[in-house]
């Protein structure tokens, strides 16, 4: 692990990421410049007392690397783009927030990724660990940038650490202990490829030791492909009992074994009634979060402790409300197809679904398919609304309405007029929000506000 003091750092992106490396680069003697397109309006009283930071707005200029030893990119920052080629080709390190923070982290950190279910799958874990007594430091790319509580950590605690496909693709070490829910396609308008794509999320194993431990997703062939990549201990999580150590589903109950039950006897943790979450897809990040936590040494009383009182995480399948025999769902999150097909599995009455946003390059036929089956009204809004709405309506179906509108106002307005006791209406867009929001989670917030006020 290389000093910090006296270097000069170029930070790309002044978003959450960016803004987390303006405040802590200085605190170790570095002087850093924060570079974004958009106008920077720098938060200065977050930055510690005589920082050496200056921050420059517009095009990233090659001249800002003359004098860079040290390149961060922010989680939005791909790496080809010309300033980090550029960076490439005159030999300067590149790294980010997350590989700052776990090459000096003192704690053991259990790292989670997936194209679906991390941010339930890792709060999920956290609660367990905090069940279990522990003290316990979660964020990465949810939540806050870990490297703020970085010089209040002590060995004798755990990190619960999401980290998504960006973040891995840049990194050179793993987490002792590293989760891989699944692979299925995402992000193809950033990597290109579902290679390139599976080979980012491959990173958070490829650097392990012998000490360390992996988890896969048996039911899922993008995660269980990773196999190859083990270095280390292996569990897996599955609907049918794995074939080594790891966490089932059986007799409608939670089960774990080997290494993940502590005694390496099989052991009951809950049945799945306990959790109120709901969909195929819980099930599989509750079995994970048994697996992750077993494997990190906590006892099954203590998962059946927080399993019991979870909630679950806002904008994924989040009830806003009940209203004259209709419910209305907050699925905000969903901002690929693959994770819409999730949502619609978790109903089983009539659905109005609301689709769109901003496409990211990935399939939608199949998707399209199941809503058709699923759904009274399909709901489009958004750049990508027309489009869905033409796919939606030359695949046929069994009678659904299909309607495009501007925006998630109208759709909430049309779905309203529409919706009849003991319908589901589901925002699940499929699409980014980019489009008209900062983040799947302003969107999210502005649908709560529509349904509360009708």
């Not at 390139?196 to 039911?219: M, N, T, V």
């Not at 006791?421 to 867009?429: E, F, I, K, M, T």
Request: some cysteine; charged content about 20%; glycine content about 12%.
């Amino acid at each position: 692990m290389e000093s910090l003091q006296g270097k000069r750092v170029l930070v790309l992106g002044y978003g959450r990421q960016g803004r987390a490396l303006a405040r802590w680069l200085p605190t170790r003697g570095a002087s850093v410049t924060v570079s974004d397109r958009r106008p920077v309006e720098p938060v200065l009283d977050e930055l510690p007392p005589g920082a050496r930071v200056e921050f420059v707005s517009g095009d990233h200029s090659p001249d800002l690397l003359d004098e860079t030893e040290l390149m961060c990119l922010s989680g939005g920052v791909p790496l080809d783009a010309p300033m980090v080629r550029e960076a490439r080709r005159r030999g300067i390190p590149l790294t980010n927030d997350a590989q700052l923070f776990m090459e000096r982290c003192p704690a053991p950190v259990i790292g989670i990724t997936g194209s679906a279910g991390k941010t339930t799958t890792t709060s999920l874990v956290a609660a367990m660990l905090e069940a279990a007594g522990r003290q316990v430091w979660t964020g990465g790319n949810i939540g806050h940038v870990l490297l703020d509580d970085l010089g209040r950590m002590q060995g004798g605690d755990v990190v619960v650490m999401e980290l998504s496909s960006f973040q891995l693709e840049l990194m050179t070490c793993s987490p002792q202990l590293a989760v891989v829910l699944n692979v299925t396609p995402n992000h193809l308008d950033r990597h290109g490829t579902m290679e390139a794509y599976a080979a980012a999320k491959a990173r958070i194993l490829d650097f392990q030791g012998g000490e360390d431990c992996a988890i896969l997703g048996h039911d899922d062939g993008g995660s269980r492909a990773l196999k190859s990549h083990v270095r280390a201990g292996l569990a897996w999580f599955g609907r049918d009992r794995p074939p080594g150590d790891g966490a089932w589903y059986q007799d409608d109950s939670l089960w774990l074994v080997g290494r993940c039950a502590g005694n390496g006897r099989s052991q009951r943790v809950c049945a799945r009634a306990d959790s109120p979450l709901p969909g195929p897809h819980n099930l599989m990040n509750l079995l994970a979060a048994c697996a992750t936590a077993g494997a990190a040494g906590v006892a099954a009383p203590a998962m059946a402790q927080a399993i019991r009182n979870f909630r679950g995480v806002p904008h994924r399948l989040e009830t806003v409300r009940s209203l004259e025999g209709v419910t209305w769902v907050n699925d905000s999150i969903a901002t690929a197809p693959e994770r819409v097909v999730a949502a619609l599995h978790s109903y089983d009455g009539p659905l109005i679904l609301l689709a769109g946003g901003v496409d990211k390059q990935l399939p939608w036929e199949g998707m399209l398919r199941l809503a058709l089956q699923k759904s009274r009204c399909i709901i489009t809004f958004g750049h990508f609304g027309e489009e869905i709405c033409d796919m939606t309506r030359a695949l046929g179906g069994a009678g659904a309405a299909v309607c495009n509108v501007a925006g998630l106002d109208e759709a909430v307005t049309l779905a309203a007029g529409r919706a009849q006791a003991g319908d589901v209406v589901l925002l699940s867009p499929g699409g980014t929000s980019f489009d008209a929001y900062r983040d799947f989670a302003e969107r999210g917030a502005h649908f709560r506000r529509l349904v509360e006020a009708l």
